[in-house]
């Protein structure tokens, strides 16, 4: 059973920054891609952040690119958020998502949530103005 666990959530000002972090076990799966969706209240998830995981290439959502920084880890299985000039509107329960199938999809659907078989629990990010 392949489980997701993220961290590193918490509050801070708008203006902030926070770095989450999500790793999966057992750590001798692979996994071939790697996302980031958020939650806000009342809201759809959508997705932010996605990397492949092999070779790094990664694709943001329009509206955390330039502040948010998706990346992997030395080990094979943890992925990074870093989150920069966070807003009030970046408030949400951050999920991390993990794709089993290793055959190729395009940048736009990297960030499908449909494309994604295991997903964490979620951490909340808080920002405040």
């Known amino acids: 059973q392949v489980q997701l666990v993220e961290s590193g959530g918490g509050s801070v000002q708008a203006g902030g920054s926070l770095r989450l972090s999500c790793s999966y076990t057992?750590?001798?799966?692979?996994?071939?891609?790697m996302a980031w969706f958020r939650q806000a209240p009342g809201r759809e998830r959508e997705a932010i952040a996605a990397i492949t995981m092999s070779i790094a290439s990664t694709h943001y959502a329009d509206s955390v690119k330039d502040r948010f920084t998706i990346s992997r880890g030395d080990a094979q299985n943890i992925v990074f958020l870093q989150m920069e000039s966070l807003k009030s509107e970046d408030t949400a329960i951050y999920y991390c998502a993990g794709r089993e199938r290793a055959d190729y999809i395009t940048g736009s659907q990297t960030l499908r949530e449909t494309e994604y078989q295991y997903w964490g629990q979620g951490t909340q990010v808080t920002v405040s103005s």
């Open positions: 057992p750590n001798t799966y692979r996994i071939w891609y």
